[in-house]
């Protein structure tokens, strides 16, 4: 490969390495962390460095740790280096006699004052600021061909380390910068490329054959078809194209199509999953019940009379019948609290969730005066990314059935998604101090990623297995 040529080939007149830095930008599925981590094989034992300290980083620790651990089962696979080097996995180091190789995360205390040889840093776009890269930049100063390699696949938009870092490179590139031991590779489409044609993707996909298949490339864009905002994903994740991080939630303006009428008698013998989204005491307050068997969703909103005298929109909603009020100025818990209570003498309500933020009080009295078996439901990435992608494919599908209900309808075309940089996504304002409301949408999240939940447990229970909630 041209890159290993050009690290550990490209001479200067003493004998040390031209280049000690390389800035690899790549997507996904082109095998960058298999190089990364012969590359560190080669600094940690066959570069001639005495003591040699190499590095392994990354945004947090399990990131870190991918890399190490393709090194050590590159270095296990082999009888004579197996032999030769001792790896501890549970302390995500290995020796050679004085050289070291160590896991290292962003977060770490020892990241200053080390004496590095070489280092890895993966993922760069996940970087909150460039300390990481700083301290490892300095600690390289008393070596005499130190290597340093950067390995990353698009960020948003904006302004971040990684977008710095790709600004230099391309400049470097393009000989703009005077930087001759930086080795910029680059490997991206352009914006203006047709994102479904597979010339593209040859184009911004080096292993594209090999690692990254014709397969996975097609179902990528058929998916991509099917579900508009995942075209964000594919853009950033596989084409290496800068996205903005917050996208108006596509799926939602399909969300007038799923205007399914139900009679909620019909729904009285079957289970549903209800969710409660608490704003404010002077915000709307949400109590929404979701039934799998036909998607049928009975949203109740709450705020108090002071909200619905000032503001007209909510007049006509409280008027039709669709956003109730609790009197005063600040929204009454206990209404909400006894409303539940009489639902649940009527309906299945198998679980209950809620938002953590300002519920406790409610939560307790639910669940120690009133015998509700609640569950939080945390609103990181990890848990709302597979409900939200579950009611982003109910939306596409028009499957959902709202009976035109207008609160829920309307904090629907309010919601954007934000999505993280593993392609995760969860609901969120397009503008975080914006008054408009999707409290509605979040807890619909929150009933069918419970619901999901559900099946899975059932599914355990059938065959056996025990599962807990």
């Not at 990481?132 to 930049?137: P, Q, R, T």
């Not at 490179?169 to 080795?183: C, F, I, Q």
């Not at 982003?392 to 075309?413: C, I, K, T, Y």
Request: contains cysteine; aromatic residues 10%.
């Amino acid at each position: 490969m041209l890159i290993v040529g050009y690290l550990f080939g490209w001479k200067m007149a003493d004998g040390s390495r031209r280049f000690t830095e390389l800035f690899l930008y790549i997507p996904r599925k082109n095998g960058k962390t298999t190089l990364a981590a012969g590359l560190l094989i080669l600094l940690f034992l066959f570069d001639g460095e005495p003591a040699a300290q190499v590095y392994c980083a990354a945004a947090d620790t399990d990131q870190a740790n991918i890399v190490f651990k393709e090194a050590a089962s590159m270095i296990e696979q082999d009888p004579e280096l197996s032999d030769a080097v001792k790896v501890i996995h549970s302390y995500k180091s290995m020796q050679h006699g004085n050289s070291i190789m160590k896991v290292l995360s962003s977060v770490s205390k020892t990241k200053h004052g080390l004496n590095l040889s070489g280092y890895v840093i993966d993922e760069l776009h996940a970087q909150k600021d460039d300390s990481l890269v700083e301290a490892l930049e300095t600690g390289t100063g008393s070596r005499r061909q130190p290597l340093g390699i950067v390995l990353t696949t698009a960020d948003y938009a904006g302004e971040s380390v990684c977008n710095d870092k790709l600004s230099l490179a391309e400049n470097v590139r393009d000989g703009k910068y005077p930087l001759p031991d930086l080795l910029p590779v680059i490997y991206k489409a352009d914006k203006n490329d047709d994102w479904a044609d597979m010339q593209t993707w040859k184009k911004a996909n080096p292993n594209f054959g090999v690692s990254l298949k014709d397969s996975y490339a097609r179902k990528q864009i058929a998916k991509a078809k099917l579900q508009p905002n995942y075209l964000h994903s594919l853009l950033r994740l596989n084409l290496n194209i800068q996205t903005n991080k917050k996208i108006m939630w596509e799926a939602m303006s399909e969300w007038q199509a799923n205007n399914g009428k139900f009679d909620e008698a019909e729904l009285i013998e079957h289970p549903c999953y209800g969710a409660i989204d608490l704003g404010s005491t002077s915000d709307i307050t949400v109590f929404l019940r979701y039934w799998p068997h036909n998607h049928a969703i009975i949203s109740r909103f709450y705020v108090p009379q002071s909200a619905i005298d000032t503001n007209k929109a909510y007049q006509k909603w409280h008027a039709d019948g669709y956003l109730l009020s609790t009197p005063g100025n600040v929204t009454d818990y206990d209404y909400v609290r006894e409303d539940i209570n009489q639902i649940d003498k009527v309906f299945d309500m198998v679980d209950l969730t809620y938002d953590a933020w300002n519920a406790s009080q409610l939560v307790n009295n639910l669940t120690e005066h009133d015998g509700f078996e609640m569950t939080e439901f945390r609103q990181g990435y990890k848990s709302m990314s597979p409900a939200a992608k579950e009611v982003e494919r109910l939306a596409l599908q028009h499957s959902f059935r709202h009976n035109g209900d207008p609160v829920l309808s309307w904090m629907a075309s309010n919601t954007a998604i934000v999505e993280d940089p593993s392609g995760n996504i969860k609901p969120v304002k397009p503008k975080r101090t914006s008054s408009i409301k999707i409290d509605g949408i979040v807890a619909l999240c929150m009933a069918v990623g419970r619901s999901i939940i559900g099946k899975e447990a059932e599914t355990y229970s059938q065959q056996g297995k025990l599962i807990t909630l």
